[in-house]
């Protein structure tokens, strides 16, 4: 299987994401984990098991505004039609909305308009209840 192999990078990297499923990570933040674990990588190797994680749809990749780079997230293991990310505007953190309600919203928009919502990719940007305070 191409690309399905596994390494002790790629399962440590599984690992950080993993362990910070409830929010998201940075490229920097992974090289930071894995020489914590005495794990000698380069960026380019990172990026390459991050965008691998990302194509079999274990991880996504998103964009948090005020970041460089880009930010990557677990993906848990809920219905896609059931999940859309959030992003507070004021401080930035990303999490995950899980709803029933939105399998209808994504089936009137594919169904009435002719156009199928990339769910892993999809944000909704606001402001938490810390912000709101």
């Not at 990026?47 to 930010?71: F, M, P, W």
Request: charged content about 30%; aromatic content about 8%.
């Amino acid at each position: 299987m191409a690309g399905k192999y596994k390494t002790r990078q790629n399962e440590v990297i599984k690992k950080c994401l993993e362990e910070n499923k409830d929010g998201y990570v940075t490229v920097q933040q992974v090289m930071d984990y894995l020489k914590s674990q005495e794990i000698s990588v380069g960026l380019t190797t990172i990026y390459r098991q991050l965008d691998r994680l990302v194509e079999e749809g274990i991880v996504t990749k998103v964009n948090v505004e005020g970041k460089a780079g880009a930010c990557y997230q677990w993906m848990p293991e809920q219905d896609e039609q059931d999940l859309i990310y959030i992003q507070c505007e004021k401080c930035g953190e990303v999490s995950t909305m899980e709803c029933h309600h939105l399998a209808e919203l994504y089936h009137h928009v594919e169904s009435d308009h002719h156009f199928k919502v990339n769910t892993k990719k999809t944000v909704l940007y606001g402001r938490c209840d810390k912000c709101n305070k």
